[in-house]
């Protein structure tokens, strides 16, 4: 593998050396009225990239070049770090999938044991820079932002874009679009700011690190039923708005995805140290860890405890809120985690015993 991927050894290199860099900037048209219109064709590269660095780093580990897996696994963080200021939600989510993604080698190395006790310190310190719950507030108020340039848009611009956006539904005529007051677009404006305000905004408690499954469904619930008068006073909201409440737990599962992984790394260490994990995770603090992340649904300790085969099982409950005793269920072809049903776990493989 590792020797089919080296003929991209140069431009990796280009890649590494542009990344020291403290900024970046994408060679896109961020200026255009017509915001739904920008186009982010360097997000599909970066994932990419991304996916091109997982492959190396895990490749490097079953050839016992930590070293070099690490370094390749902090380039792909700092890829996925490059558009965490953009006002976009889809950059968001796309960054959620790169950090699954670069996840991946730091837990084949943590189940076999391959991470110096320095290599886990750089890779906490690494996984502590992202915050996913305070980027879900940046990301909601870039796509409120997007929603009310692109109503003013259709207020200053040119108001027979209204056809494409609702599909002429109304039966708009040429002449209606130029005769409709400037008022019902701020109208409009004005609901959605307040939906933001009101439901999406809170989902996301950034000061006490949770997020409420319950509280999410029911401003999803609150939402539908505001859309669902017909009248045209709030045409541009039903056109507009997003719907943000799977959003919210693709954000608090990707955060829950850096604190498990910030833990299981603590776990490793101690057991550098002690030759063995411990009874709890109150051992882990403060020499490994300052402080032990909670789980992010409903604030509780996580769930952890030692196997029986000297392993360990970590979880958060997960989407459903219920403890289902460190579970984890796959969607059909059982391939890919369920992330509305059962726990969020970190645990390894059992290896079958050695036979002579």
Known sequence: VLLALS????????????????????????????????????????????????????????????????NDVGLSLRLSDSIQTEPFLISHLVRIAMLQITIQPVYEGLAEHQWSDAQLAELDSQLAKLDFLADYQLAVRGERGCEISAAEFLRHRDRRHLSEITGNQVGFIPLIYYSIPSGWFYQNELSICRIYQTQYFPLVDETNRTVS????????????????????????????????????????????????????????????????????????????????????????????????????????????????????????????????????????????????
């Open 7 to 70: 003929k991209y050894d140069s431009t990796l290199e280009e890649l590494r050396q542009a990344a020291m860099r403290p900024d970046s900037r994408f060679p896109l048209d961020y200026q255009r009225e017509d915001v739904w219109a920008i186009l982010l064709p360097h997000l599909a590269v970066l994932k990419r990239c991304s996916q091109f660095l997982e492959l190396r780093a895990v490749a490097e580990l079953q050839n016992g070049q930590s070293d070099k897996a690490l």
């Open 213 to 356: 499954p319950a509280a999410v469904r029911a401003a999803g619930y609150a939402v539908q039923r505001e859309l669902r008068n017909h009248s045209l006073g709030d045409l541009l909201v039903r056109m507009l708005l997003a719907q943000l409440t799977a959003a919210v737990q693709k954000f608090a599962y990707a955060q829950e995805s850096v604190d498990l992984a910030r833990v299981a790394i603590a776990l490793e260490r101690y057991r550098l140290a002690m030759g063995m994990y411990p009874e709890s995770l109150d051992a882990l603090s403060p020499r490994f860890m300052d402080e032990i992340p909670h789980d992010i649904i409903g604030g509780q300790p996580l769930h952890y405890e030692r196997t029986d085969d000297g392993q360990f099982i970590l979880y958060s409950v997960g989407w459903n809120g219920r403890d289902d005793g460190g579970v984890v269920v796959f969607r059909k072809g059982g391939k890919v985690v369920d992330t509305d049903r059962g726990d969020w776990v970190w645990r390894y493989p059992a290896k079958p015993p050695v036979s002579f």
